[in-house]
């Protein structure tokens, strides 16, 4: 078996520093940059970034990007964050498929606002009425009014 060139070397030969972001340039998967460290399981070109720059990674703890450039490799671009970091991270840079934007929404925004607005007024619409006029089920009228779904919306 032939003898293996050091990972920086071969990590740091795909990447174009031309840039702020230092873009990977082999193969990618949903966009994120892929390198395989010898023969151990490939891992996330920003992982391995990571990695080189500043040791190991928590179990656990994802790596994000402070550019939102998922092909980024410079390590300055990168932070260390929890699952729930990394979902919140997505949110606020408008990523997700939250609320209208998921394309099995039967709902917008504005209709969420109405289905409040309807179940709360004095002498409100039943939750039935409502989820029958909207065609969804009563528990989901009854998670949107009480803000345990949809909370983004005002």
Request: glycine share 10%; proline share 7%; with cysteine.
């Amino acid at each position: 078996m032939g003898k293996f060139r050091p990972i920086p070397e071969r990590f740091w030969e795909k990447v174009d520093k031309s840039g702020p972001c230092w873009l990977w340039t082999a193969g990618l998967k949903d966009g994120y940059g892929q390198f395989n460290p010898h023969s151990r399981r490939p891992i996330t070109a920003h992982r391995q970034s990571w990695i080189l720059a500043h040791g190991s990674i928590p179990a656990g703890a994802c790596v994000l990007h402070h550019c939102d450039v998922r092909a980024c490799v410079n390590p300055d671009h990168l932070f260390l964050g929890t699952r729930p970091d990394n979902s919140a991270d997505m949110v606020a840079k408008g990523r997700s498929n939250i609320g209208e934007q998921h394309p099995l929404s039967k709902l917008t925004d504005d209709s969420v606002r109405a289905i409040r607005e309807m179940y709360s007024e004095p002498g409100g619409m039943t939750q039935q009425f409502i989820a029958d006029y909207y065609g969804i089920s009563r528990s989901a009228v009854g998670l949107i009014v009480t803000r345990k779904r949809w909370p983004h919306v005002v």
